[in-house]
C-alpha cells in the first residue's frame, strides 16, 4: 500500500549514493512497521471482548514470556506505536543529512559543512548551509513544515517532552490546502493533529523523507564541475587507486554506478589527465 503514497513525481533520474542508502533503509523499516502493525490487527481480532482489553494483553503476555502487565487499552496504545515508527525514521533522516553532506563534500565542496546556529534543527541547518554555496532546492511550500512537525511529535515520544502547544503550532504552520492539492491521496488521511495520530502519518512521514532526499539530489544538476572531479573526489584520489587499475573503467564506474552521469568526452579526459598526472608525480 505504501508505494501509492510515495508516488509524488520528483524526477529523480541523477544519482547519489546518500539517497540510494536511504532509500534501501527506509524500505527495509517500512516493511518492519507494516509487520508490527498486521500483528497487531491480529492479535486485536482475537480478542473476544468478554475480558478487559489489558487483561487480554496481560494473559497474551504471560503466554509468550514477555513482561508486560496492563497499562495497555485500546484508545492510547495505536498512536503511541505510530509515533514510535517515527523514532526511527527521523533516525534515518539524520543520517540521510550526515551522507548527503560527503556527497557535497565529493562532488561540490571539500570543505562543506553544515551551519552551526544553536536551536535550528539539522534539515534547518542544511537548508542554510546549501543556500551558502547557491544550491536551493526547489521544495513544496509544505514539505518542511511537515517535516519540522512530525520532527517535533518524534520528539515528545523519544527523549524530549516537547510542550503540546509547540507541536500544535508546528501542525498549523502546515499549508494543508496546498498540500491537498499536491498530494491530494493523504487528503482527509495525514497530517493528523498530535493525538490522533495514525498509521497515515507514518507513511506521510516516510514519504515526506524521501521526497526531501529527491528533491536535494535534483537540487545538485547543474552544479557539479564534473571536469574538476579529479581534483575532489576520494575516489580519484591517487592514493586510494591501485597501481594497475584501469583509469577508464575506473572513471566511468565512478560517475555512472554512483550519479547516473554520463561525461562528456571533454570532461572524461580532464579527470582522466588529472590523474595520470597525479599518479606520476606520486612515484616520483
Known amino acids: 500500500m505504501r508505494t501509492r503514497f510515495y508516488n509524488f513525481k520528483v524526477g529523480a533520474d541523477f544519482k547519489l549514493p546518500s539517497r540510494k542508502k536511504l532509500f534501501k533503509k527506509m524500505g527495509e523499516y517500512d516493511t ?22 489489558e487483561d487480554y494483553v496481560t494473559q497474551k503476555a504471560i503466554e509468550h514470556s514477555v513482561n508486560l502487565r496492563g497499562g495497555v487499552t485500546l ?66 511550500k509544505w514539505l518542511l513544515p511537515l517535516l519540522d512537525y512530525y520532527r517535533l511529535l518524534r520528539n515528545s515520544t523519544a527523549h524530549v517532552q516537547e510542550d503540546e502547544d509547540r507541536c500544535m503550532k508546528a501542525y498549523l504552520k502546515i499549508p494543508l490546502g496546498e498540500f491537498e492539492k499536491d498530494y491530494p491521496i493523504f487528503k482527509g488521511k495525514a497530517p493528523n493533529m498530535p493525538d490522533s495520530i495514525t498509521m497515515d502519518d507514518f507513511y506521510l512521514y516516510s514519504a515526506s523523507i524521501k521526497h526531501f532526499a529527491n528533491f536535494l539530489t535534483m537540487a545538485l544538476k547543474g552544479k557539479v564541475k564534473w571536469a574538476e572531479l579529479g581534483a575532489i573526489h576520494p575516489d580519484f ?43 606520476h608525480s606520486s612515484t616520483h
Open 237 to 279: 584520489d591517487v592514493r586510494n587507486i591501485p597501481k594497475g587499475t584501469d583509469i577508464i573503467a575506473k572513471i566511468n564506474s565512478v560517475l555512472f554506478t554512483k550519479y547516473n552521469y554520463h561525461p562528456t568526452k571533454d570532461e572524461f579526459e580532464q579527470i582522466k589527465n588529472y590523474i595520470k598526472e597525479h599518479k
Open 32 to 53: 518492519l512497521a507494516e509487520y508490527t502493525v498486521c500483528a497487531l490487527r491480529d492479535f486485536e481480532k482475537k480478542w473476544d471482548r468478554k475480558t478487559k482489553f
Open 75 to 140: 484508545p492510547n496504545h495505536e498512536p503511541a506505536l505510530y509515533k514510535s515508527f517515527m523514532v526511527n525514521s527521523h533516525a534515518l533522516l539524520g543520517d540521510f543529512i550526515q551522507s548527503y553532506k560527503l556527497d557535497i563534500r565529493s562532488l561540490i565542496d571539500p570543505n562543506f559543512k553544515l551551519c552551526d546556529t544553536d536551536g535550528l534543527s539539522n534539515v534547518e541547518k542544511l537548508v542554510r548551509a546549501l543556500k551558502t554555496n547557491n544550491i536551493v532546492p526547489n521544495f513544496p
